[in-house]
């Protein structure tokens, strides 16, 4: 036979698209259409549908950046449509380009209930099927005028992201506004040919099935009238019969498709704007799940639930039925879907804690599995928090986005810091967004790793990023290849059904240990270091807020601030979102976090100073109570607790101009020269007397570098960037700052480019740590600055803390793994050392850092380099990113071993407090062993008035002690983060002799709940 094979595929695109597609409408009337825009932020249902409308046409432009319009269209379905179906095409000027970054609306009846949303792929709603003819049809739209911030240039600075900068102009112009008949035959043979041409174009050219299909396909166009395809669609369909019924092979890979809306809770928009686009997703999905009975909706993050039941009731109510039908799956048990390196230990606990409670609250449901697909890596401490609160599996599909590195596993045991694996799944449809398109199915079935050994992936499926969800053509094209051959078998499922199996048919699936580290968006550990810390710094006032509260309402009787803590919380898990806390947001975005950050400050200060003046006693008192929050105990002062504060002892600190240039301070603990150029060139502890900054080396080294990745800039530094460096050595003051028995500093300014940047380098009686103040008023564009520290120790690898522990990463740079490593994020320390010493950098601010190592020819020594990233200045999407003045705080702390590390790093976040008082307050609990740290002390979210502990082994070994209470309690139980009691053997811990006997693992977390009879608070 001749060869005319990418002939028929040719005519198979112009015939389907050029006189297919068109007559799937093939009839239309226009319908009448009235308009009204809210004159700034979104107005409630209510109004906009009561708001008297002037007349629009089709042509004409609405929608000035960030404005909502509220239209109605108005009709009669003609008498001659009787029995046909009808729906009102609504088109508000819709580009090519994906949902959810454009405009979007939402349709209500007159009465006000939602029908469903409106967009690019989603533009119908159906009046009628079958019609009596005769219908007056009137609905009504609350159409978003979103902005294109990424368009055709996806990384151009624009001003859009701003209602301030986004200018007045009208964004869209309205199209087709119709009544239209839906032809549902041609309707279902396009669907037909979409997925036979597509499974065609994957299938192998020398094979019979791709013929056999071909030959059918041809069949088909012969069999299509080109003047009447209405008239010829079913002979058509008839011809498709026989090859869209061959059955898959019993060897065919088998996808789990979840429909899903990946909807950012806030990016290219602010997070007023998501509560609309899971509105209309939500009530999208609903109307589809009630017409569709094979299809399986999945939808994550309690925080956007939480907005449909407080701003769309209706749409809660669907969603709420839908649930209970076991068709609407509330997935992965998180507040938001949240970045995981950054968030602190207690942070990415209460994640789930809240995201959890939601769900068993509103649905009685609790997810097993952990639903990420978008963020920006995992860090090695989260395995653990997933078991801790009753998870045991993993999604993500970003680890895909590596630029360096394949990932080896699509599925896999992840193991984590202490121990725990969770069972891990990449989807190898390797998005999503997920259309059900044969070339994204056959991709999965031929990238799949885990071939031979196991069958089974998960495809989410669905409009994501801006919303949207799965369209009835999704679910059309997957009822085509449930069963088809030459076609992966595809079927609606929940996540949990798709992990239960792959669980089963898996269980020796291969074991990935550490952090699942994404070689991409290195950027998002330092952009934006504002909302960054606000993040910290509500974190670590959550922690004080929620310890002196406890200990006020056991010692004092204080009401337990329950519920300001529950929304404080809220908001600040809704903030570490992944477009959020990463930094890659729009300006209203983060400046909008900025003000909720400070408004979140000032109430958690509140709450602090509230709980602390109900502790210290008699205010009158010329004496001040000093209250420690930190987990260790602090100049006499015990962790958790407060004393009176002591008489200032002797001090010692002296500082003394330095031959050549530049001070010596000395605290009789360190002794630190700073140069004429206010840099650093020596540190050395008095009591072992080594240098810890490398010889002919400078710490305390500003270098600004260029900052201008390929693509991304608000999320990626490039690897490139480390080629070009200024090192910041001139100096426009140095001088000391403070001198006396108790503090001694210098302050060095200096300036570059448009920026200025002040440092106070200060030493304090009796503490082991050089601190470094760093003020920058920061005015450069794509730049990139660093706090470099050359360290002279020789470290094969070095230690970052994580979430309830730390983790390790090479210094080397040997294979593309390490060398793609080239940013990483810390909590609170990195620490450097060779056997027997280390130095510890400690930091209340930032997280980026990066570390590297140089050998000396002169002493052929090792120096290794440890730099904190303070800034960037990317433009895109916020073109004023972190411009302004930025404070930051360090301290070196040489001759730190692990423990040191780990004591100064909470130290620095959390400063002791004064309160006028003379009370001593014990704290609630105390635990003798050095290694176990407290990370939380709390009463049960229950309102019991049982106090919950959380800690943890922070030093990576095993840890025996003794938690002790000042306060009665019955039994200690061991709990999950829900604060629930679980039976785990060996037991870490056992009540006996009035105290509590602990037991550990390395870095193992334990949850316990002391009960206090009749406390109920
Ligand atoms: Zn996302």
Known sequence: MHDDRTLVEARLRRVLEERIRPAVYPESVPLRVGMWMAPDEPVPVAEGLAAARRPIAVGD?????????????????????????????????????????????????????????????????????????????????????????????????????????????????????????????????????????????????????????????????????????????????????????????????????????????????????????????????????????????????????????????????????????????????????????????????????????????????????????????????????????????????????????????????????????????????????????????????????????????????????????????????????????????????????????????????????????????????????????????????????????????????????????????????????????????????????????????????GLIGRALRALAGDASAATEVVFNAAPHERAGVPAGGGAPAPAAGPGGCRAAAREGGGYVLDNGLLAVAVDGRGLVVSVRAAADGREAVAPGAAANLLQLHPDFPNMWDAWDVDRFYRSTATDLTAVDELAVAEESAQAVSVRVARSFGASSVVQTLTLTAGSPRLDIATEVDWHETEKFLKLAFPLDVHAERYASETQFGHLHRPTHTNTSWEAAKFEACNHRFVRLSEPGWGVALVTASTYGHDVTRDVRPADRGTTTTLRASLLRAPRFPDPETDQGVHTFRHALVPAADIGDAVREGYRINLPERRVPGDAVVAPLVAVDAPAVVVSAVKLADDGSGDVVVRLYESLGGRAEGRLSASFAFGEALVCDLLERPVAEEPSPARAGDGVVHLRLRPFQLVTLRLVRAGAAA
Not at 183 to 198: F, I, K, M, N
Not at 383 to 404: D, M
């Open 61 to 605: 432009a609405w929608g000035p950046p960030w404005t909502t319009c509220w239209f109605t269209v108005r009709g009669r379905v003609p008498e001659e449509w009787a029995g046909r179906t009808v729906e009102a095409l609504l088109d508000l000027g819709f580009d090519a380009g994906m949902p959810g970054f454009q405009c979007e609306g939402l349709v209500y009846r007159p009465d006000g209930t939602p029908v469903k949303g409106l967009h690019p792929d989603n533009q119908w709603v159906r009046i009628a099927g079958p019609a009596a003819g005769g219908e007056e049809v009137l609905l009504h739209v609350e159409a978003a005028a979103n902005p294109v911030v990424m368009g055709h240039h996806p990384f151009a600075p624009t001003p859009l992201g701003a209602k301030e900068t986004a200018g007045t102009g009208p964004l869209y112009r309205l199209n087709r506004m119709d009544l239209a008949v839906l032809d549902t035959t041609v309707w279902e043979l396009v669907r037909d040919l979409e997925v036979l041409g597509e499974l065609m174009a994957e299938l192998p050219a020398d094979g019979a099935r791709r013929w056999d299909v071909l030959r059918a396909v041809e069949r088909a166009l012969d069999a299509v009238d080109l003047q009447d395809v209405n008239g010829s669609a079913a002979a058509a369909r008839a011809e498709l019969a026989g090859v869209l019924a061959a059955p898959a092979a019993p060897s065919a890979h088998r996808i789990s498709a979840v429909g899903h809306a990946h909807i950012d809770s806030a990016w290219l928009w602010p997070l007023r704007e998501t509560v609309r686009k899971v509105a209309r997703t939500a009530a999208n999905m609903t109307a589809l799940l009630a017409e569709e009975p094979d299809f399986v909706y999945a939808m994550s993050q309690a925080q956007q639930y939480a907005w449909l039941k407080e701003h769309r009731p209706e749409v809660f109510a669907k969603v709420r039925e839908a649930v209970a039908a076991g068709r609407f799956v509330p997935a992965g048990g998180m507040w938001v879907e949240s970045d995981t390196n950054m968030p602190g230990s207690e942070a990415m606990a209460r994640q789930f804690v809240y995201g959890k409670r939601f769900f068993l609250e509103e649905f009685g449901l609790e997810s097993r599995e952990v639903w990420l697909p978008d963020t920006f890596g995992f860090a090695a401490g989260l395995p653990q928090i997933v078991r801790a609160a009753g998870a045991r599996w993993l999604l993500t599909q970003k680890i895909s986005w590596s630029q360096v590195n394949t990932f080896p596993h699509h599925t896999f045991w992840w193991e984590g810091i202490d121990g725990t694996r969770i069972f891990t799944h990449f989807p190898p449809v390797d998005t999503y967004n997920c259309a059900i398109r044969g070339r994204e199915l056959a991709h999965a079935a031929r990238t799949f790793r885990e071939k031979g050994a196991a069958r089974h992936s998960l495809a989410p499926s669905g409009w994501g990023d801006g919303g949207g969800g799965t369209t009835r053509e999704m679910v059309a094209r997957a009822a085509r290849v449930r069963d088809l051959e030459g076609s992966p078998v595809v079927r609606w499922e929940k996540p949990e059904e798709f992990f239960a199996r792959a669980e089963a048919e898996y269980p020796q699936a291969p074991v990935w240990v550490g952090e699942l580290y994404l070689e991409l968006h290195r950027g998002t550990l330092t952009s934006q270091a504002r909302t960054k810390q606000g993040n910290r710094r509500c974190e670590n006032l959550l922690r004080e807020a929620e310890l002196w509260s406890a200990t006020a309402a056991v010692r004092a009787g204080l009401p337990y601030p329950y519920e300001e803590l529950d929304r404080i919380w809220k908001t600040v898990l809704l903030h570490q979102f992944h477009d959020i806390l990463p930094g890659s947001s729009i300006a209203w975005v983060h400046r909008e976090a900025e003000r909720t950050y400070a408004a979140l400050t000032e109430e958690l200060a």
